[in-house]
Antibody, heavy 121, light 105 residues
Framework: QVQLKESGPGLVQPSETLSLTCTVS????????VSWVRQPSGKGPEWMGR???????AYNSALKSRLSISRDTSKNQVFLKMNSLQTDDTGTYYC???????????????WGQGTLVTVSS | DTVLTQSPALAVSPGERVTISCRAS??????MHWYQQKPGQQPKLLIY???NLESGVPARFSGSGSGTDFTLTIDPVEADDTATYFC????????FGAGTKLELK
């Protein structure tokens, strides 16, 4: 069955870089795209960016200057790196599998359990 | 960015019909999707493409709308439906609403 699992440090110092890994199973990264979505406590989710099935990437324009997404298809892993973290980057970070009909009718049918990231000194 | 506006909270009695609205700041055609999230859990897809029921989701849930105004309907509401409901659009980049918290009386 389709599974996604996030891993990474729970605590990051302000101004430092966050590195997260999403390990997937039950589908191929060359057939499906994977997105990163984050959610501050008590607020709505925010789409961060996507690793397309063909290896291309897309980023939220508000985060583009700080964000990088990459993958290792041999390990079934997608990586997120975001620099210059601040306290308002605190929240739960999810990876999701993208499903859809086209690039404009696209939804998140499968989610990882999420990993809580706290930005604090 | 396309802003999605949802009412913050609703309270209904079990067995009633509830409609949860989502208004987009610009047209998103049928690129609107709905999720349910319970405390401590990841969001769960309910409706995709404005009106299509995700596999395994009870038929009590339905979605409608196009353009800028969308509705998620639960009929009848059950106690287990207590949760926060988010809309998400995929037509203009990707954005989510702030969520509607559904409570049962």
């Amino acid at each position: 069955q389709v599974q996604l699992k996030e891993s990474g440090p729970g605590l990051v110092q302000p101004s430092e870089t966050l590195s997260l890994t999403c390990t997937v199973s039950g589908f191929s990264l060359t057939s499906y795209s994977v997105s990163w979505v984050r959610q501050p406590s008590g607020k709505g989710p925010e789409w961060m960016g996507r690793m397309w099935y063909d290896g291309d990437t897309a980023y939220n324009s508000a985060l583009k200057s700080r964000l990088s997404i990459s993958r290792d298809t041999s390990k079934n892993q997608v990586f997120l790196k975001m620099n210059s973290l601040q306290t308002d980057d605190t929240g739960t970070y999810y990876c999701t599998r993208d499903d859809g009909l086209t690039t404009t009718v696209n939804w998140f049918a499968y989610w990882g359990q999420g990993t809580l990231v706290t930005v604090s000194s | 960015d396309t802003v999605l506006t949802q009412s913050p909270a609703l309270a209904v009695s079990p067995g009633e019909r509830v409609t949860i609205s989502c208004r987009a700041s610009e047209s998103v055609s049928t690129g609107m999707h709905w999720y349910q999230q319970k405390p401590g859990q990841q969001p769960k897809l309910l409706i995709y493409g404005a009106s299509n029921l995700e596999s395994g989701v009870p038929a009590r849930f339905s979605g409608s709308g196009s353009g800028t105004d969308f509705t998620l309907t639960i009929d009848p509401v059950e106690a287990d439906d207590t949760a926060t409901y988010f809309c998400q659009q995929s037509w203009n980049e990707y954005t989510f609403g702030a969520g509607t918290k559904l409570e049962l009386k």
